[in-house]
């Protein structure tokens, strides 16, 4: 009943920048926490970044100071504001939100992922 929908990817060169972007849909009450996690090769997936609904953000050790996250409520997205890429970055990047959606008469909580979006970092 809620989809997530990611866009925003591509190649791009080192030390280049990117605007991953998230779209929640469906019959939404609120959302929680919203994120980006990446799953490189042969690499667990990892948390990038996430934020609360009052706009607390954290990031990995690995992209501090690089990336950013950021969340328009009013649209239900969220975004990931990535800049001086490097090869490590690449990766499949994934959008995560806690949603609080209607269910039929039902008010219910799930956690959502979208698609994913390819990010490659040339070299």
């Known amino acids: 009943q809620v989809q997530l929908v990611e866009s925003g990817g591509g190649l791009v060169q080192p030390g280049g920048s990117l605007r991953l972007s998230c779209a929640a849909s469906?019959?939404?009450?609120?959302?929680?926490?919203m994120g980006w996690y990446r799953q490189a090769p042969g690499k667990q997936r990892e948390l990038v970044a996430k934020?609360?609904?009052?706009?607390?953000?954290n990031y990995a050790d690995s992209v501090k100071g690089r990336f950013t996250i950021s969340r328009d409520n009013a649209k239900n997205t969220v975004y990931l504001q990535m800049s001086s890429l490097k090869p490590e970055d690449t990766a499949v990047y994934y959008c995560?939100?806690?949603?609080?959606?209607?269910?039929?008469?039902?008010?219910?909580?799930?956690?959502?992922w979208g698609q994913g979006t390819q990010v490659t970092d040339s070299s």
């Open positions: 469906g019959s939404i009450v609120s959302i929680n926490d």
């Open positions: 995560n939100a806690r949603v609080l959606y209607y269910s039929g008469i039902y008010v219910r909580e799930a956690e959502y």
């Open positions: 934020i609360t609904s009052g706009g607390s953000a």
